[in-house]
């Protein structure tokens, strides 16, 4: 699934639900284009999150000295998803 499906789906949507004026009995070829077209849409809003979704973590540490005074440290990271598993 990617930004290729999308664009397919919303191409052949658009074709079938705007250029092609054949009937088929009990289809009705526009409708199923407009859903091809919201597939496609679907498609491609799903890939631009999935690809722009990074993960982020906080880590947090109390360090106490000798004379008793503690110290927190915060450390935030951002880094990428990891690849999808094929």
């Known amino acids: 699934m990617g930004y ?3 664009v397919f789906l919303l191409a052949l949507g658009l074709i079938l639900a705007f250029a092609v004026r054949d009937m088929i009995e009990a289809v009705d070829l526009t409708m199923v284009g407009y859903i091809l077209c919201l597939a496609g849409l679907l498609v ?3 890939t631009a999150i999935q ?3 990074r993960r982020r973590t906080t880590s947090v540490a109390t360090t106490t000295d000798s004379a008793g005074r503690s110290a ?4 935030q990271v951002e880094s ?3 690849p999808p598993v094929v």
Request: charged residues 20%.
């Open 4 to 6: 290729g499906l999308g």
């Open 44 to 46: 491609i809003v799903i």
């Open 51 to 53: 690809t722009n979704t």
């Open 72 to 75: 927190v440290t915060e450390r």
């Open 80 to 82: 990428d998803p990891p």
